[in-house]
């Protein structure tokens, strides 16, 4: 465990500090990104302000609020694309020399990807966090997360930060067959920001549909551990989520490796 640690963990501290080289476009997504929450805020509170029902989809307006916010935290910290970097390697061709090094191309990916989920909780997820809990006691009349709810909801994220990267890595198998998939990746983000419950909670939806979202990964990446922080599952039901997330981790884990083996089977480089 020791020699793995030694050998991957330079993949997560160069991905920090090619992070902090590019301060400012990191910065200008982040105000891009949190001004789509503040969107989000205003449609939400004139939907909430128009019902003649205190409560939505199984939420108040004041947990409505720390939805939308937390949901801008979590997929900070789950939702790193590394679909892209697999397609770069195989424009640039260096994937040819990854398979040659003695080290799995894949934990390489994940542990890049890691790195950049770390510089996002700090910067500036942590801050977010504290000024929603902040604005939950003063303004919203909300008590603050319990501690146990603290560590369920880290628990939960670092399982949708598997599960969300692990299913980008076989999305980005497909740069193998296509080279070029950019396309592909702005319908994917796309998809995704809807089936995660982005957009709008998967609570809203008829139950016949939440029950197909509950047969697909995507759910487990954001909407799961929002709600995980907003109390709403509890006993048996929690118990099952997080083992239903656990098992997504190992299916990805799998279908990436049978993925993998084949496209290996079938790459050929050319040059020297």
């Known amino acids: 465990m020791r020699?793995?640690?030694?050998?991957?963990?330079?993949?997560a501290l160069n991905e920090l500090k090619r992070q902090l080289a590019y301060k400012g476009a990191f910065y200008l997504f982040i105000f891009i990104s949190l001004f789509g929450s503040f969107i989000q805020y205003f449609l939400w509170m004139a939907i909430y302000g128009s019902s003649p029902n205190s409560t939505l989809g199984g939420l108040t307006k004041e947990e409505m609020v720390v939805?939308?916010?937390?949901?801008?935290v979590t997929s900070n910290m789950t939702m790193i694309t590394i679909s892209d970097w697999v397609s770069d390697d195989v424009v640039k061709g260096t994937v040819a020399m990854n398979l040659i090094k003695p080290i799995d191309y894949r934990m390489s990916l994940v542990v890049r990807a890691l790195g950049t989920a770390v510089y996002?909780?700090?910067?500036?997820g942590v801050f977010i966090w504290i000024g929603l809990e902040i604005y939950k006691v003063t303004v919203l009349g909300l008590p603050l997360v319990s501690i146990a709810n603290v560590l369920l909801y880290l628990m939960s994220c670092?399982?949708?930060f598997l599960i969300c990267v692990l299913f980008d890595f076989c999305f980005g198998m497909v740069a193998f067959f296509t080279t070029y998939i950019f396309g592909m990746l702005m319908a994917k983000e796309a998809i995704m920001s809807f089936l995660t419950g982005q957009l709008i909670p998967l609570s809203f939806f008829p139950e016949v549909v939440q029950r197909m979202f509950d047969f697909l990964p995507f759910s487990s990446?954001?909407?799961?551990p929002v709600m995980i922080y907003l109390g709403k599952y509890t006993g048996s039901e929690l118990l099952f989520i997080l083992f239903r997330q656990a098992a997504w981790v190992v299916i990805l884990y799998l279908l990436g490796t049978f993925i993998w083996k084949r496209v290996t089977n079938r790459l050929v480089v050319l040059g020297g």
């Open 120 to 124: 996002r909780m700090l910067l500036p």
């Open 67 to 72: 939805y939308i916010f937390m949901v801008y």
């Open 3 to 11: 020699k793995k640690i030694k050998i991957y963990l330079p993949f």
């Open 158 to 160: 670092m399982m949708s």
């Open 221 to 224: 990446i954001v909407y799961t």
